[in-house]
């Protein structure tokens, strides 16, 4: 029976950001791209090695995979056993609502929602959330400053615009691990934080705050409970470090594959893995859905270094298609077969009474 309050996980909410997306997309590629570089895209495809082309494809799973491993073991650190394929299905949930909205604020709520369908309480599963977020941005720090450091002049060339984004996005990193492992590890910052969306409500609808407050308390003994826990085995959280490493760098190692599969043997890995670590932090930090636009655009400045311009075009819809479009598609299709599987077993149950 499906529990009290509980709603299902629509698609009716966020067609509007997938039109966006769609349109954003559309204009983006008629203002850079012209009719003739299109139609030279099939011959070039068919020239590509697909080997390597299978290996970004395979990269990007195992990039999914080290976030599953980080969020399964988490939960098994706090008593809750879920398989690698929910935990895996709650990553690419993930990705998909983050792709479809601003800033990627869709992707952990609905990971959440997730959970607690599967019988993880909300608190449980939004201290894991935070623990993860926290992981994910040191990992890009990390992983960006040792790759960049002696290329980044080479790779943002002489545009202030692309250093100002870049350190835009660094700074905002940095301020989300700081602020991430704050709340995790601050004994009191999370409750005051609830008291104040609370008394905001309460301006609005008293009988709306008490019911919203009733609620909040119950998670938040939850997240006290697991948050007290953790520091007293921050050790669980650093063995998961070089996990959240390499998770990142898998992402970033998509420029060496995709320039392999045009036979372009421009530089080392590092200094590719540079490449798109900065491509990513410079026009992918800004609240877009996705990046959208932006990183197409910018895309066709930032790597023109690396491919020749008749593969330059072909070089970007085939890197953002493996990176971005592909596992859009798929995470949409996990989450409607979700909600369908959901709905499917409700209704056997209500059948069954």
């Known amino acids: 029976m499906k529990p009290e309050g509980e709603k299902e996980y629509s698609f009716s909410g966020k067609r509007s950001n997938l039109l966006f997306i769609v349109l954003i997309i559309g204009l983006t ?11 030279q895209l099939p011959s070039i495809y ?42 895996y299905r709650y990553t690419l949930i993930d990705y998909y609502f983050s792709s479809i909205t601003p800033g990627a604020s869709g992707g ?7 959970m607690r369908r599967d019988g993880i309480p909300i608190g449980v599963s939004s ?41 835009f996005g660094m700074a905002v990193q940095v301020l ?31 009988k709306k705050a008490r019911s919203i407050e009733v609620k909040i308390k119950r ?25 959240a490493v390499i998770h990142i760098f898998l992402y970033y190692t998509m420029t060496f594959w995709i320039s392999r599969a045009f036979g372009i043997h421009y530089g080392t890995l590092r200094e590719l893995v540079a490449y798109q670590g900065v491509f990513t932090m410079t026009f992918e930090s800004l609240p877009l859905p996705g990046g959208v636009g932006l990183a197409e655009a910018g895309f066709l400045r930032l790597f023109q270094p690396i491919y020749e311009p008749h593969f330059l075009t072909a070089a970007m819809l085939l890197t953002r298609g493996v990176t971005y479009y592909n596992f859009l598609i ?20 209500e059948n069954k009474r």
Request: aromatic residues 16%; positive net charge; glycine residues 8%.
């Open 127 to 167: 201290l894991v959330m935070l623990i993860f977020n926290g992981l994910y941005h040191l990992g890009v720090i990390i992983v960006i400053a040792f790759s960049s450091f002696g290329y980044l002049h080479q790779i943002l060339g002489k545009q202030p615009l692309y250093y100002g984004l870049f350190m």
């Open 46 to 87: 068919m020239r590509v090695n697909k080997i390597y082309v299978a290996a970004a494809m395979a990269t990007m799973l195992l990039f999914f995979c080290c976030q599953s491993i980080i969020v399964n073991r988490l939960l098994h650190a706090f008593g809750y056993a879920p398989t690698q394929r929910q935990t």
């Open 108 to 114: 952990q709520p609905s990971e959440i929602f997730f």
């Open 330 to 349: 798929l995470g949409g299709m996990v989450t409607f077969y979700s909600n369908r599987k959901r709905r499917s077993l409700m209704e056997n149950s």
């Open 29 to 39: 590629l008629a203002y850079a791209i012209d009719f003739g570089e299109i139609k």
């Open 219 to 243: 998670v938040l003994q939850e997240y006290r409970t697991g948050a007290k826990w953790l520091r007293q085995n921050i050790g669980v959280v650093i063995r998961l470090i070089p996990v």
């Open 176 to 206: 989300l691990v700081v602020a991430f492992f704050f709340l995790i590890f601050s004994k009191h910052m999370v409750f005051r934080l609830a008291g104040v969306v609370v008394a905001i409500i309460g301006h609005f609808s008293e």
